[in-house]
């Protein structure tokens, strides 16, 4: 099954490698990786897709801590999250098809960002099932060109993966260790 | 605090020293220059060595032997890579070390400039963390974190790799503003109450236990409380290979060696067992055999610092996580007295029946065994050497028939199984305690990959004895091919130099034995020449080494011994 983490690490050179190899040399492989800056300084944030199973994403949480870099690591498949992606899909367009495919658009509640004479680029940003499904109708049209960022995503509620929370100064709130359990 | 101006190089050897450093290990090339011509103002004695492996094998004995931190300084580009095999030998040991490398100018790395490689990126998987440095200003700190991450939590080698312009640049030194800055570390993590009372219930439950003591004892320091554990639950105590030492061989509680080449009683306490209590040891497949069959019957518990070790080969019932010596104090206070009166008189029956005869009293039939050299110099030492040994055969004949009471007083490669690592960490150990007295214990095969660092041991004037265990063959690979590939003894018959004459040239005294009554004499030769000893002891060829569980093939499924010639005894 698929299982997301949100891990925070310290934004050093080579860190985004130590995650990546650590992968590697564990034989995991990822499904989607991003990364990028966070509310606080010198803090990155990724998410990370894998597929796994339940002892597996428990091994991977706990190498994760291991590195030294790591400063929190969350996995967030079993919690209510708001779960993103963006993509940019670049789709064969006459002139005659450019309203009907505006019209799938607005479907997907998608836009147009950029139109030549025989194609268009539409950016939509979703759910990994709501990308899918405006693809799988552009098909027809033929895809020339697609990229899609992966997934990104945040718990839903009032607490903050870091710890914080809206009644706490959030600017000053480091993440902090999560509560580990490793009971079986 | 008093500031002071200081280069790189020098903020080195400052850090070093404020770390505790005595010694360290090293071979000197372009890139490490700087540091090593400000290693004129230092305390520290620098080990030259012959060979950079051998510089990170030093280390690691070093670390082994007392407990701190070995460190070992090279270059950069084949300096570095020459110590690869040492740092991941120290990795899957869990044994800290610190590694220094030279890199060259920041400004040319990227440019496969002379001597350039990307040390850190190698070493990524194979170090429990790395660093590149750059500026001086980062030299301070980097040490102090690099020496706090390699020796806490579960211990392993930490890399530096400093150019040669961070280390030629000056910065001002203060080491209090340099304390480590690592908010994602976090080597203190303990169990719960809830873990621990789950922990207890299946303790005092259980009819048939049996405990697991590994290497993690004598990182944690807690003999003395697996000692009180086991005596006052009434509970046997299998060791691993790394572990030998952890708890006292002539112990009535101890079973020994378990896995591949344990005692058949030893695996077959385990397979028969109720509970498993698995302390700081990480149920290697040497260990368990397959695990599908493994203890099938048997709830474990897992005591273990290392949190990514739980449930990773073996599923267990409760794990607890964190420093072993602080979680044995913890279940002492609530351990009740156990007695297991039926287990414990099978386990004697056990031994009656595989320990036939001590190898000791058998008649001498003109064949010298392993077997008797190793009980010999286990008798002649009378069991206090520090016996470092290598990889293969003779490695695990020492830990059949050398008893080890104490902990640290046996040094050998068991993760990685590195061959050639006896000699160097034997120098090592040797230097970490001088007043220990150190045999290595080492293959013909073994022994010719890291042999030029006789002339190391020679030049730091170091007394350690070498029993080279000679069967002019690469005896673990032969003794496998003897039982799995129908005898062809492809690529492992060894044409060996003259062993003596090769001491000789070092300016090492050496005999060679090859009867059974010259042994003892030899090794008493050896402890009384106030200079080291190398003895070439040429043993049978074709000797394997019993019991044997199979690759992969069930723990309770032994290869057991032909005959009763090279039975060893209980431990009565």
Known sequence: MLNTFVVYVEDKPGV?????????????????????????????????????????????????????????????????????????????????????????????????????????????????????????????????????????????????????SAGADSAEAAPTPGTISYSV | MTKEHKTGAEIIWKCLEREGVKHVFGYPGGAILPAYDALQHSSIHHVLVRHEQGATHMADGYARASGGVGVAIATSGPGATNMVTGIATAMMDSSPIVCITGQVGSKLIGSDAFQETDITGITLPITKHNYLVTHANEVARTIREAFYIAKSGRPGPVLIDVTKDAQQSSCEFDWDTAAPQLPGYRPDLSPTPDEYEQAMELIHQAKRPVILAGHGILVSGAGGELLEFAEKAQIPVALTLLGLGAFPASHQLNLGMMGMHGEAWVNTMIQEADLLIALGMRFDDRVTGNIKTYARNAKKIHVEIDPAEINKNVRVDVALVGDLRAVLQELLGELEPCQHREWLDYLKKLKGDSAVRDIQNLPDSG????????????????????????????????????????????????????????????????????????????????????????????????????????????????????????????????????????????????????????????????????????????????????????????????????GVLVETAADE
């Open chain 1, 16 to 164: 985004l490698t130590r995650v990546a190899s650590l992968f590697r040399r564990r034989a995991f492989n990822i499904d989607s990786l991003t990364v990028g800056r966070t509310e606080k300084p010198g803090v990155s944030r990724m998410t990370i897709v894998v597929d796994t199973d339940e002892t597996g994403a428990r091994r991977l949480e706990a190498h994760l801590y291991k590195l030294i870099n790591v400063l929190l690591v969350e996995n967030v498949t079993a919690e209510a999250a708001v779960y993103r992606e963006l993509a940019m899909i670049r789709v064969k367009a006459t002139a005659a098809q450019r309203s009907h495919i505006m019209d799938l658009v607005e479907v997907f509640r998608a836009k147009v960002v950029d139109v030549s004479p025989d194609s268009m680029v539409i950016e939509i940003t979703g759910t990994d099932d709501k990308i899918d499904g405006l693809l799988h109708v552009l098909e027809g049209y033929g895809v020339l060109e697609m990229v899609r960022t992966g997934r990104v995503a945040m718990r839903r509620g009032g607490k903050a993966a870091n710890g914080a």
């Open chain 2, 367 to 562: 064949h010298l065994y392993a077997a008797h050299v190793i009980n010999d110099l286990w008798r002649t030492t009378e069991g206090k050497a520090l016996v470092v040994t290598d990889v293969g055969q003779h490695q695990m004949w020492e830990a059949q028939y050398y008893h080890h009471e104490n902990p640290r007083s046996l040094i050998t490669s068991g993760g990685l199984g590195t061959m050639g690592f006896a000699l160097p960490a034997a120098i090592g150990a040797k230097v970490a305690r001088p007043d220990a007295e150190v045999w290595v214990v080492v293959g013909d095969g073994g022994f010719q990959m890291t042999m030029g660092e006789l002339a190391t041991m020679v030049q730091e004037k170091l007394k350690v004895n070498i029993a080279i265990i000679n069967n002019g063959y690469l005896g673990m690979v032969r003794q496998w091919q003897e039982f799995f590939y129908d005898r062809n003894y492809e690529s492992t018959p060894l044409l060996n130099p003259d062993f003596v004459k090769l001491a000789e040239a070092f300016g090492i005294r050496s005999t060679a034995v090859k009867q059974r009554a010259q042994v003892v004499p030899a090794i008493q030769a050896g402890r009384q020449h106030d200079g080291p000893m190398l003895i070439d002891f040429q043993v049978e060829q074709e000797d394997s080494v019993y019991p044997m569980v199979a690759a992969g093939a069930d723990l309770h499924q032994m290869i057991r011994r032909p």
